[in-house]
C-alpha cells in the first residue's frame, strides 16, 4: 500500500486533532492490535461452533468451497475498511468514520447497528464456548447439557471475560497475542492429529465435493448461498483493531494493518482447519446426531478415541474463550466511545474511564450485561443460539460497508492516512460494498423449510428493531449526539500544508 506524506504527528496529536482528549493507556503494539481481530475472527470459535450449519446446509462442498470464496471477498472490506480506519484512528470505528464522511445521522445509524453487532459477538462466542464446554463435561462426567445449565456456564464465562478486561490494556493485548499462537498451534495440532492417528480418511472429491441438504429447501442454488453464512460469520469482528486504535502506538499505521493481517491468516489458516476436520469424518450421519451436542467432538472422538478428542476439545474452548475475551474488549471500547459523543441512555455513566487502569470499565459492564439479555431466549428455544449470530452479523455486516460507500461517495475530496490503496481504493470500494450488500440479503433469508417458530431466521426482527430503537432515540436525544468534526478539518489543513 503506498503511504502519503502527512505531518508527523504523535498518536496523542492525531487524537486531539480529531477532536478527542486522549484518556485511555496507549500500551497497545502493532502485533497486540493485530491479535485483538485475529481472536475475534478466531476461526477454532466461528468454524467450530457453526460447523453443524455447515454439515447441513451444503456439506463439506459448500463449507470449503465457500470459505475459499467469502474470504476472498471480506478481503476486499477489510482493505476498504482499512484505508479509512487509517484516517479516523479512534475507538468510535465505525460510527466515528461514518460520521466525519457522512454526517451525524450516518454516524449514529452505524454506531447502533456496529453495537448491536459486538453485543451480538459476544453472546454468540460466549454460548458457543458454553455449548462446547457442556460437551466436555458429558464426556468427561456424564452430564447432560439443559438450556438452563448452559446458561448458567455462559454465564460464568461472561463473567470470566469482565474480568479480564478490567485490568489495563496490557493484560488484553498480552492475552490477544497468546491468542495468536494458540489459534495456529490449535490448528497445526487438530489438522496433524486428525491426518496422522485415522486409519481412514474421506477422499479429495468427498472434501470438495460432497454437496448435502438438511434444510427443507429444494432448490440447491439457494441452499448453496445460505451455506456461506458458516463463513461469514467467522469473518467479523475485524473492526476490533479499529476500536483499539486509541491505545494502540502509531495507530494509524498499526491499526489498518492489523485488520488486513488478521482477515488473510485467518483465511489461510480456517482452510486448512476446515479441510482437516473434513477429511476426518467417520460417519456422517453420526456426527450429527451426537450426544455430545457438538458435531466437531464427534469428529474428535471418531478418528482420536475420547481421550484424544477430549484433548482437542479443551484446545478449541481455550480458543473460544480467547475470542470472546477479544470481542468483549472490543465492545467495551465502541460502548466507552459511543457514551463519549452522547448517543447511549446514561452515557456519562457509560463513558467512564478507571484512573488507576486507564480502562473503559463501566463499558465493559455494560456488554457482558446486555450480551446475557440477549442469550436468554436460549433458556426455552432450541434456535436461540442461530438467533444470537444472526444478530451479529445482522449489525456488523452494514455497519463495515457504510463508512465504506461514503468514502467512494466522497471521491477526491476523502484524505486518506498513511495507510492507504492508492488508486486501487475505488475499485476495491466498491467490490466491498456490492459484496456487503449481497451479505446482508443471504443473512435475512429463511434457513430451514417448513418456516415455523423454531426455525424463522430472526435475523430480520433484530435489524428492524435495532433501527427502530436508534431512531426512537435520535428523535429524544439526537442533539446530544456530537462527535467532533471541525478539529478533523483543522488536520486536513495541516496535512495539506505539509505536503
Given at each position: 500500500?503506498?503511504?502519503?506524506?502527512?505531518?508527523?504527528?504523535?498518536?496523542?496529536?492525531r487524537l486531539r486533532q480529531l477532536g478527542y482528549e486522549p484518556k485511555l493507556?496507549?500500551?497497545?503494539?502493532?502485533?497486540?492490535?493485530?491479535?485483538?481481530?485475529?481472536?475475534v475472527i478466531s476461526i477454532l470459535s466461528g468454524c467450530m461452533t457453526m460447523f453443524a450449519f455447515g454439515l447441513n446446509t451444503g456439506g463439506p462442498a459448500v463449507m470449503f468451497w465457500g470459505w475459499i470464496s467469502v474470504g476472498a471477498m471480506v478481503l476486499f472490506v477489510g482493505l476498504a475498511l482499512a484505508e479509512v480506519t487509517s484516517a479516523y484512528p479512534t475507538s468510535g470505528g465505525l460510527y466515528f468514520m461514518a460520521h466525519q464522511l457522512g454526517g451525524p445521522r450516518w454516524g449514529w445509524?452505524?454506531?447502533?447497528?456496529?453495537?448491536?453487532?459486538?453485543?451480538?459477538?459476544?453472546?454468540?462466542?460466549?454460548?458457543?464456548?458454553?455449548?462446547?464446554?457442556?460437551?466436555?463435561l458429558n464426556l468427561q462426567f456424564g452430564y447432560e447439557p439443559t438450556p438452563v445449565g448452559l446458561f448458567g456456564i455462559f454465564a460464568a464465562v461472561l463473567l470470566l471475560h469482565a474480568l479480564l478486561n478490567l485490568p489495563n490494556v496490557r493484560r488484553v493485548a498480552f492475552l490477544n497475542s497468546v491468542s495468536v499462537w494458540w489459534h495456529i498451534g490449535?490448528?497445526?495440532?487438530?489438522?496433524?492429529?486428525l491426518a496422522i492417528v485415522p486409519s481412514h480418511h474421506q477422499e479429495a472429491g468427498w472434501v470438495v465435493g460432497h454437496f448435502v441438504n438438511n434444510t427443507g429447501w429444494s432448490n440447491p442454488i439457494y441452499v448453496s448461498a445460505i451455506g456461506l453464512l458458516l463463513a461469514q460469520y467467522t469473518f467479523s469482528g475485524y473492526d476490533a483493531s479499529a476500536h483499539m486504535?486509541?491505545?494502540?502506538?502509531?495507530?494509524?499505521v498499526s491499526a489498518p494493518r492489523g485488520i488486513v493481517r488478521s482477515i488473510w491468516v485467518s483465511w489461510i489458516a480456517g482452510a486448512v482447519l476446515l479441510a482437516g476436520m473434513l477429511f476426518a469424518v467417520q460417519d456422517y450421519d453420526a456426527v450429527l446426531t451426537t450426544a455430545t451436542g457438538v458435531p466437531p467432538a464427534q469428529i474428535f472422538i471418531d478418528a482420536l478415541g475420547t481421550t484424544g478428542g477430549k484433548v482437542l476439545l479443551v484446545v478449541v474452548i481455550v480458543a473460544q474463550l480467547f475470542c470472546g475475551n477479544a470481542e468483549t474488549a472490543a465492545s467495551a471500547r465502541m460502548v466507552f466511545a459511543f457514551s463519549r459523543d452522547g448517543a447511549l441512555p446514561a452515557s456519562g455513566l457509560w463513558s467512564r474511564v478507571s484512573e488507576r487502569t486507564g480502562t473503559p470499565v463501566a463499558g465493559v459492564w455494560l456488554s457482558v450485561g446486555a450480551a446475557a439479555v440477549l442469550a436468554l431466549p436460549s433458556l426455552y428455544s432450541?434456535?436461540?443460539?442461530?438467533?444470537?449470530?444472526?444478530?451479529?452479523?445482522?449489525?456488523?455486516?452494514?455497519?463495515?460497508?457504510?463508512p465504506i460507500?461514503?468514502?467512494?461517495?466522497?471521491?477526491?475530496t476523502f484524505r486518506p492516512g498513511p495507510w492507504?490503496?492508492?488508486?486501487?481504493?475505488?475499485?476495491?470500494?466498491?467490490?466491498?460494498v456490492g459484496w456487503v450488500a449481497v451479505v446482508s440479503v443471504l443473512v435475512c433469508l429463511p434457513q430451514s423449510f417448513p418456516v415455523t417458530v423454531d426455525t424463522f431466521n430472526y435475523a430480520p426482527v433484530a435489524l428492524l428493531a435495532v433501527l427502530v430503537l436508534a431512531w426512537a432515540w435520535w428523535l429524544k436525544a439526537g442533539r446530544s449526539y456530537a462527535p467532533p468534526v471541525q478539529r478533523s478539518a483543522e488536520l486536513v489543513e495541516l496535512t495539506e500544508e505539509v505536503v
Open positions: 500500500m503506498s503511504p502519503v506524506h502527512t505531518a508527523e504527528l504523535s498518536d496523542e496529536d493507556s496507549r500500551r497497545m503494539g502493532e502485533f497486540g492490535n493485530f491479535a485483538s481481530s485475529f481472536s445509524l452505524v454506531g447502533w447497528l456496529n453495537l448491536l453487532g459486538l453485543l451480538g459477538g459476544i453472546a454468540g462466542i460466549d454460548y458457543g464456548a458454553a455449548s462446547f464446554i457442556g460437551a466436555f490449535g490448528v497445526v495440532l487438530i489438522v496433524g492429529a486504535a486509541e491505545e494502540t502506538t502509531k495507530a494509524a432450541t434456535t436461540a443460539y442461530g438467533a444470537v449470530t444472526a444478530v451479529n452479523v445482522v449489525g456488523m455486516t452494514p455497519a463495515y460497508a457504510v460507500y461514503l468514502r467512494l461517495r466522497r471521491g477526491r492507504n490503496l492508492g488508486r486501487r481504493g475505488p475499485l476495491v470500494g466498491w467490490i466491498a
